[in-house]
């Protein structure tokens, strides 16, 4: 099975408003990445949603995905991603083999063929747990793990985030090249927002 953890809880401070709400090529931001992840091939999408934003909860839902509606705000990323695994293990009982997806939110201009590709090269490579797409030599999101390694996650030191766990891993991980640039769009300013929106009009 595959499964996707989207963190929806971040403050959207240099936004200036709740910025997975916001219109996007005829969805909203939150919308365009669970349809992405769908599309794709993920067959369970959770998205991890903070007590400040309940406007995402029916977004999330109408897009297919599963939600998490947390009680209290978490302190980074990590957090919320580990809310949403435990989540997961909870409802479905993954398997070490099984795959998920590491999703941020507020990365929405990924395509739903990048997520077929990295679906492929998981199902090609059994040496690697990690595989993350490449655009002119730089790596983005989303990123797609083996369950095994959410032990390692939790594992990490708590100043350490998940990028930490990659660097420790990089024999693991897989570099997939694809023809999408935006896997590197991240959406935080609105200038951001401006530059996205023309691309996905």
């Known amino acids: 099975m595959t499964f996707a953890v989207v963190p929806a809880c971040g403050l959207s401070t240099r936004m200036g408003k709740p910025k997975l709400a916001l219109p996007l090529g005829g969805r909203t931001v939150i919308e365009h990445v669970v349809s992405a992840l769908r599309e794709g091939g993920v067959e369970r999408v959770l998205v991890v949603i903070g007590p400040h934003v309940p406007e995402l909860i029916p977004l999330a839902g109408a897009a297919g995905a599963e ?9 980074d990323m990590r957090a919320t991603v580990e809310r949403g695994l435990s989540w997961l293990e909870g409802r479905y009982t993954p398997k070490a083999s099984d795959w998920w997806f590491l999703a941020p939110a507020d990365h929405p201009a990924f395509s ?11 199902e090609t490579h059994a ?10 030599g730089r790596r ?4 797609l793990l083996r369950w095994s ?6 594992a990490l030191p708590a100043d350490q985030g998940i990028n930490s766990f990659l660097r420790l891993n990089a024999a693991e991980v897989r570099e997939v090249p694809v023809n999408d640039p935006g896997i590197h769009a991240n959406l935080d300013t609105p ?11």
């Open 67 to 75: 939600v998490l509606a947390l009680n209290e705000p978490t302190p």
């Open 112 to 122: 739903s063929e990048v997520v077929g590709q990295l679906l492929t090269a998981a």
């Open 127 to 136: 040496d690697c747990s990690v595989v993350v797409p490449v655009h002119e």
């Open 140 to 143: 983005g999101h989303p990123v």
């Open 149 to 154: 390694c959410v032990a390692g996650i939790r």
């Open 191 to 201: 200038e951001d927002y401006a530059r996205i929106s023309e691309r996905e009009a």
